[in-house]
């Protein structure tokens, strides 16, 4: 097989890089390549299907209909053994062979496993995939669980921890850091969404970690690194996800913690484009690349590569770490530099409501907004985001900035006039 575009990964930047060819070049050959069986479907929302509030119909990201209206093939559930970048082409697991003129790898990450004991076992799972969810869910289905640890207090983590608690199972969430979802909000906010969490029945035990699977063939409870032990039928470990660049590394890319892409998604290697989790995003606060695990970094950047790949010049003006999570109906967004250390210089806005459990905080450096959190009251997330976005100088309205009643009518006029001359200049450069 041969085709002018090959894509290999089916999620968020896979498709935008297809829709991206598609808008220069209609008639290209394209194919899309997943070791997933399926059309491409939401990836935050297998916890919906693991609960049953959501079939994978509700999930579909790009229905069947999307490739074939595109003329896009579709090579779905095979795997790539191998990449020959000296010959533009791909060997599959069966030893098929694909050639390419423009290749994107839009592989994702792949989940991050520490090293245990006993981790041969069954009832041990990963959870960032549909087949993730289906094979706990069937579990669940099939036998008395009773109790479950899950091992990572981040985001996949505790929205594990609530389905599976949602599901009658009696859940603890085992984390190595001191806090929950540290990397993502201050003591203060992680404080709070502790207190949920366990409000609503999950056990979390913080500054330990899971040394030993115990069990004979089958997982019957984990030893804490303090000599504790939980019992447990069902181990879930989520404790983040890397990069999946291992097919680029063994093909001679440059691989830092990701694959090595320039402001085109352009990798060190002619015709080679990497987009999405896999590849090290230019973000925009610190100047710096590094990976960005977020949909919207990921589709955006997939744009880029496909208009890139079909010769339409374009750039990715880079993306932030960004969180948005519900948990048990307690809304709380972060983005940007959170935990700012004193040698940085910052300046810390914040504001507690302790009878609505209301929390907002905003960091500041050199009067431009760095980081925010905002917990419970999360509607003005959008402004706080755009003036981070646009480097607005906001050092004649930092008191607006964590009011109830936040609102753009509430910035100075010169504010908003620099908001939305870079909105414009922004989509004319589009």
């Known amino acids: 097989m041969a085709y002018k575009y090959l894509i290999i990964g089916n999620s968020a930047g896979g498709i935008g890089a297809a829709e991206a060819i598609r808008s220069v070049d209609a008639e290209g050959s394209l194919a899309i390549l997943s070791d997933e069986p399926c059309v491409a479907y939401s990836r935050p929302m297998i916890t919906n299907l693991l609960t049953g509030q959501a079939s994978f119909n509700n999930m579909v990201y790009r229905s069947s209909d999307f490739y074939t209206e595109n003329r896009i093939e579709t090579l779905l559930g095979k795997k790539v053994a191998k990449l020959q970048p000296s010959e533009n082409k791909v060997t599959l697991d069966g030893g098929e062979e694909i050639t390419y003129e423009k290749l994107l790898l839009a592989t994702g990450g792949t989940p991050f496993i520490p090293k245990m004991n006993g981790l ?3 009832g041990i799972h990963t959870f960032t995939t549909i087949k993730d969810a289906e094979e706990i869910r069937g579990k669940i289905q099939q036998q008395e669980i009773g109790e479950a640890v899950v091992l990572g207090g981040g985001l996949i983590g505790l929205l594990t921890a609530e389905a599976l608690v ?6 603890t969430v085992v984390e190595l ?17 502790r207190e ?3 409000r609503n029945g999950i056990q979390v035990v913080t500054g330990r970690t899971v040394t030993e699977v ?7 409870g984990v030893q804490l690194d303090d000599g504790r032990w939980l019992p447990c039928k069902l181990f879930v470990v989520a404790v983040g996800v890397a990069p999946n660049a291992g097919l680029a590394r063994e093909a001679g890319l440059k691989v830092n913690r990701g694959i090595a892409v320039n402001s085109r ?6 015709n080679i484009y990497a987009c999405g989790d896999c590849a090290e995003l230019l973000d925009f606060l610190s100047g710096n690349n590094r990976p960005i695990p977020i949909w919207p970094a990921a589709y955006m950047s997939g744009m880029v590569a496909g208009s890139n790949m079909a010769k339409s010049p374009k750039e990715y003006d880079g993306g932030v770490g960004m969180n948005s999570m519900h948990l048990f109906g307690f809304p709380v967004i972060s983005f940007g530099k959170v935990n700012p250390t004193d040698a940085e210089g910052c300046e810390v806005l914040s504001k507690t409501d302790e009878v609505r459990g209301a929390y907002r905080k905003i960091v500041l ?3 431009q907004i760095v980081g925010a959190i905002l917990v419970e009251d999360i509607d003005r997330a959008g402004i706080l985001l755009g003036l981070m976005r646009r480097k607005v100088d906001v050092s ?4 607006a900035l964590i009011q109830d009643d936040l609102g753009l009518i509430s910035l100075p006029r010169a504010v908003r006039s620099r908001m939305f001359e870079m909105s414009v200049k922004k989509n004319v450069a589009k």
Do not use: F, W
């Open 265 to 270: 998604m352009e990798t060190s290697i002619p």
């Open 396 to 399: 004649g309205c930092k008191e």
């Open 196 to 198: 949920v969490v366990e």
């Open 365 to 367: 450096s050199g009067n």
């Open 166 to 171: 949602t599901m009658g199972l009696k859940v």
């Open 177 to 193: 850091l001191d806090r929950v979802l540290a990397p993502l909000l201050d003591p203060k906010a992680s404080a709070m969404v």
């Open 214 to 220: 115990l069990g004979k063939d089958e997982v019957t």
């Open 120 to 122: 041969q076992k069954k």
